[in-house]
């Protein structure tokens, strides 16, 4: 693994490919071209070019099979979702995730099904306690 990743610096597009290969462990580029939404959809070299800025940010590993580069995730999708996440409240709400939540609360971000999970984890919390 990469001595330091970057966990901030992922594009729009580049959580487009990690999310895809986060789900099928490994993929060459012509896989993820094939498997992109409709608003993913790029030329098969612009696809391999940001898988291999994915490999120098060290988000992916690559392996040569025969003539074809796979590519596997050197961190799970869990790492790269809280550092980001952790990046953006403390860039958007000064660290403060109870900023975040007053936020999304006041703004109408956050439907019944959201808060029924929210009151779970909470109450789960408070068993622990």
């Keep these: 693994m990469s001595s330091r990743v970057n966990l ?4 729009q597009f580049e959580w487009l490919i990690m999310n895809h290969i986060w ?3 490994k993929a060459s580029a012509r896989e993820v071209m094939e498997a992109m939404p ?3 959809q790029r030329a098969y070299t612009t696809i391999q070019t940001y898988m291999e800025r994915l490999v120098d940010k060290g988000y992916l590993t690559k392996e040569k099979l ?5 590519y596997t995730t050197e961190i799970p999708r869990e790492s790269a979702v809280d ?26 971000r956050l439907n019944q099904d959201d808060l029924d999970k929210i009151k779970d984890i909470l109450q789960g919390e408070e068993k622990n306690d």
Excluded: R, W
């Excluded at 901030?8 to 594009?11: G, K, N, R, T, V």
């Design 8 to 11: 901030d610096a992922l594009s």
């Design 83 to 108: 550092g980001a996440t952790s990046n953006f409240i403390d860039k958007v709400f000064q660290g403060s995730g109870s900023s975040l939540a007053a936020y999304l609360l006041k703004n109408n």
């Design 23 to 25: 789900g099928v462990e």
């Design 38 to 40: 409709e608003e993913g």
């Design 66 to 70: 025969g003539m074809v580069n796979f």
